[in-house]
T-cell receptor, first 115, second 113 residues
Framework: DTGVSQDPRHKITKRGQNVTFRCDPI?????LYWYRQTLGQGPEFLTY????????KSRLLSDRFSAERPKGSFSTLEIQRTEQGDSAMYLC?????????????FGPGTRLTVL | DAKTTQPTSMDCAEGRAANLPCNHS???????VYWYRQIHSQGPQYIIH???NNETNEMASLIITEDRKSSTLILPHATLRDTAVYYC??????????????FGKGTKLSVKP
């Protein structure tokens, strides 16, 4: 399968713990996005990368959140000192910006539950 | 990016056309209309996009009114697998903005046998 993959698919953690999620985009896609989705809501943008550069961060991305894309390929999203309000589905998407339309391909998401 | 308004939910009989409306009365001249859908427990999936003209692909048709203040996504022969939440998104053109999508709550389409 050559789609966007995310790992783990599910994560249960206790409040105050740190968690890290991984996203592997479609090969050669230069843009990578992170979104968060809570129950009954549409996905909300968190941040995006073009190659290894993090070009935009939403105000939803508090200081406890950090994202990296060290070699312009896979990306990680870390949440430090998790809170119950962080419980959500974390979605990753990738696209290939060529100057034309850049359809975003989404992964299956990582569902985080903070107890 | 312009705001969109969609009905919360709709039902459609299997094999019939599903017509999903979207209002975007504040759309500006260089903003496109995009449609994505999200099947339960999956990530969103791109369907179609357009600027002014009606568009058709293998999944759906997009009808945009002449004043561009509203649009309709048409699934010509809905199947049970089309049951999903459908999102109408308005944002800057392909060569412009940074590309992040702003999702609303969408329309939950239920296709019934």
């Amino acid at each position: 399968d050559t789609g966007v993959s995310q790992d783990p698919r599910h994560k249960i953690t206790k409040r105050g713990q740190n968690v890290t999620f991984r996203c592997d985009p479609i090969s050669e896609h230069n843009r990578l996005y992170w979104y968060r989705q809570t129950l009954g809501q549409g996905p909300e943008f968190l941040t995006y990368f073009q190659n290894e550069a993090q070009l935009e961060k939403s105000r939803l991305l508090s200081d406890r959140f950090s994202a990296e894309r060290p070699k312009g390929s896979f990306s990680t999203l870390e949440i430090q000192r998790t809170e119950q309000g962080d419980s959500a589905m974390y979605l990753c998407a990738s696209s290939h910006r060529t100057g034309g339309f850049n359809e975003q391909f989404f992964g299956p998401g990582t569902r985080l539950t903070v107890l | 990016d312009a705001k969109t308004t969609q009905p919360t939910s709709m039902d459609c009989a299997e094999g019939r056309a599903a017509n999903l409306p979207c209002n975007h009365s504040t759309i500006s001249g260089n903003e496109y209309v995009y449609w994505y859908r999200q099947i339960h427990s999956q990530g969103p999936q791109y369907i179609i996009h357009g600027l002014k003209n009606n568009e058709t692909n293998e999944m759906a048709s997009l009808i945009i009114t002449e004043d561009r203040k509203s649009s309709t996504l048409i699934l010509p022969h809905a199947t049970l697998r089309d049951t999903a939440v459908y999102y109408c998104i308005v944002r800057g053109g392909p060569g412009g903005s940074q590309g992040n999508l702003i999702f609303g709550k969408g329309t939950k389409l239920s296709v019934k046998p």
